[in-house]
């Protein structure tokens, strides 16, 4: 974006369709809460002002998404919406065989299952992975697999400032392909690293941890749901990328791959879906026998509406835009400077699709032994109606060390503008300039008897 020297910047799209947003008082907000027994998930989502509880399937569809699921073809077989989508995908990553999916998870099922199989058929077997997501590790561990985390120097340390905190660690990597080599099926790199902070993989990571696949005979996955805030990053940070295109990168870390799981519901900017992508085609033929049992027709839609291929097609273009991923890059960065000015300690560098609070430091009075995220996440919701949640706190495997007390404030893409940001900027460092007056919340009133006001009554 060109812009005169000191402008700032601004969301390269203006707002068609307007959603009110409810604004609630501190009293009601607090009622709410008692009534959810302090789950921020049972807090209906309208009696919640600035949600930032994930940035998956929370996004807004532009007018060519819109346009485009008016034109779904909803044949059963042959659909034309079916192809628009595995044309699109075959020319932004080189991969042909495409199935779609409901979510991701779905897609990680499918692939353990076509590689690894049922349950007990893992056993002994491992799942090496720079940080697996949890559903990830779920998945692979239900097959009776491990799965091990190998996260690079520093990836770990939310203090340090390294460039591409997701990389794998290559020479843990190596042991374990010359130790174990036969128990691991698949290697798995995860793109941005959700587990450590929406922490970037380098494209020369992913060049050696494919020559390690190659030398080990192993096949290459990624999860790719972030592939375009992953590219962005690497034209921004990595020597030698500055003046190539955003297709140009996302081409190039798919053509490392021997396919990827991805859920369309975050950078394909779609509010559902999600998409298995192989190059095999023996593979390809297996999990599609494997959708056809639990999901759908596996040629023509998986377990979609074609409308939704429609809008994950033009989604999945529309998210190279590198004036759309600058303009968010700003945003979130814009948040992340507000907060640390006011003395909130985050995980460094700001990640690609939220920041991440330091909840023991945000609160040094509670103890440890206390979850300093969850007092966080209810006060910030009582305090100004935000939502977040600790999934950074849970997303790591506790059997590869402690995990550190994070709030998440995941950004939903293209639905609140740059006020909505600021807004949450001044509420949580008022709320930290009060810190010490938050205390652990404690479940005192039962769900069956609490009577709310006729506004909060929750939704069925």
Not at 121 to 134: E, M, Q, R, Y
């Amino acid at each position: 974006m060109n812009l005169p020297p000191r402008a700032p910047t601004f969301d390269p799209f203006r707002v068609k369709t307007v959603e009110p947003i409810a604004l609630t008082t501190a009293a009601q907000r607090r009622m709410a809460l008692e009534y959810a027994q302090f789950n921020l998930f049972h807090i209906p989502a309208d009696q919640v002002m600035i949600d930032l509880i994930t940035d998956s399937g929370t996004g807004a569809m532009s007018s060519r998404q819109w346009a485009g699921m008016m034109r779904g073809d909803e044949s059963y077989a042959g659909s034309a919406s079916f192809h628009h989508l595995t044309n699109t995908i075959a020319e932004i990553t080189g991969l042909n065989h495409v199935l779609p999916t409901h979510q991701g998870r779905v897609s990680e099922r499918l692939l353990v299952e076509a590689i690894i199989g049922t349950p007990h058929a893992g056993n002994g077997k491992i799942v090496p992975n720079n940080a697996h997501f949890d559903t990830t590790r779920f998945m692979i561990e239900a097959s009776g697999a491990e799965a091990f985390n190998f996260l690079g120097e520093g990836g770990d340390d939310p203090e340090s400032d390294a460039p591409f905190k997701g990389d794998m660690h290559l020479a843990d990597l190596e042991d374990l392909l010359q130790r174990r080599g036969k128990d691991v099926p698949f290697v798995m790199l995860t793109i941005t690293c959700n587990s450590n902070g929406g922490q970037p993989v380098s494209l020369a990571n992913m060049k050696q941890v494919r020559t390690l696949c190659d030398k080990y005979k192993k096949k290459l996955f990624l999860d790719a749901c972030r592939f375009a805030e992953n590219a962005w990053f690497i034209k921004q940070r990595e020597q030698g990328q500055a003046n190539r295109s955003i297709a140009e990168i996302v081409r190039d870390m798919f053509d490392l791959c021997d396919g990827t799981v991805m859920s369309a519901r975050k950078d394909a900017l779609a509010n559902c879906g999600g998409m298995l992508i192989v190059r095999d085609e023996a593979l390809f033929k297996k999990v599609c026998s494997l959708c056809v049992l639990t999901q759908g027709f596996q040629m023509t839609y998986g377990s979609l509406a074609a409308r939704d291929l429609e809008a994950i097609a033009v989604g999945m273009t529309e998210a190279l835009d590198e004036n759309y991923l600058a303009a968010r890059r700003d945003s979130i960065d814009r948040l992340a400077g507000a907060l640390v000015g006011g003395g909130v300690k985050l995980v460094q560098p700001i990640g690609g699709h939220a920041v991440w609070i330091d909840a023991h430091a945000f609160c040094p009075n509670l103890p440890k032994e206390v979850s300093a995220c969850h007092a966080v996440a209810c006060a910030l919701y009582e305090h100004g109606g935000i939502r977040g949640t600790c999934i950074g706190s849970v997303l790591k495997d506790p059997r590869h060390g402690e995990s550190l007390d994070l709030l998440r404030l995941a950004v939903p893409r293209r639905a609140y503008t740059q006020s909505h940001l600021d807004y949450v900027a001044a509420v949580v460092c008022d709320l930290k300039r009060h810190a010490s007056m938050i205390k652990p919340p404690k479940v005192t009133v039962s769900r069956t008897r609490l009577t709310l006001e006729p506004d909060l009554q929750p939704v069925a």
